[in-house]
């Protein structure tokens, strides 16, 4: 396992939860505050966003993305616990590469896959950072529920694009931004922040500290435009199938019937 120097329940986001602002905050903290995260109670706190599913209401199963993925060398940006990479190692992908900020979780990665007889070449390093990866190698990047964690999203974007031979294919899922605005209440939605305010703040989830910012949906599309990637679909519809299997009474599966809560780009690089 390579060490550079210095992600989930389905969405983060996706009960209310108090924030504080914090203003322009040094990429060096927010890197150090989710890596420690990631490393202690990350998973207990967010669960695992992983592969079919794209995060909240929203699955490969269905959406058929990636295609066959036999023989083709894959990397996963921000690969949590491994699972992601377990789906597509069981579907014979040649190579499976996977990349986190926390070293805590490349053990479970490699944990996890060892018990499936699998194996992947795991690098520690922020998204955004020179890390030793291959440029034109690989024939999918993707990233389930962690791209948004970037502190430089069109430099992240950049870097994905160096990865990916000519032609090849980018998927990454995220909350969709239009969900943190809006919180359901005594059967009504209200909004709660303004679309637009992309700051970076801090909230606590379980005794521990992690840092965020809300982007708009267009600052994900001009990135990727800005990176040479064409998009070629963008996923916000939650699956019929999946909200009905939910319980009654679920409140999230009731806000999902009505905006979307998770969205999912399949970008090609040109």
Known sequence: MDKHSTYGKSSVGGSEISVISVGDMLTSVIHETNSLFWDTNGNDVLGATSLPLYGAFVSEEKCQLFGDVTGKKVLEI???SGQSLQFLGERNASELWGMDISENQLEKTKQHLTEFGLSAKLICSPMEEECGLPNDYFDFVYSVY?????????????????????????????????QKCVAA???????????FDESWYKLSLGGSMLTLSDRKLSTYVNALAK???????????????ILQSRTSGDKFAEKAKMLPVTFVIKARKR
């Open 78 to 80: 921000g690969c949590g």
């Open 146 to 178: 962690a791209i948004g964690w970037t502190t430089d999203l069109e430099g992240t974007f950049r870097r994905i694009a160096s990865y990916l031979k000519k032609d090849c294919v980018f998927i990454f899922s995220w909350s969709h931004p239009i």
């Open 185 to 195: 209440e005594d059967q009504r939605l209200i909004f709660k922040k303004s679309y």
């Open 227 to 241: 990176a040479g990637f064409v998009i070629e679909q963008l996923i916000e519809e939650s699956d019929d199938d």
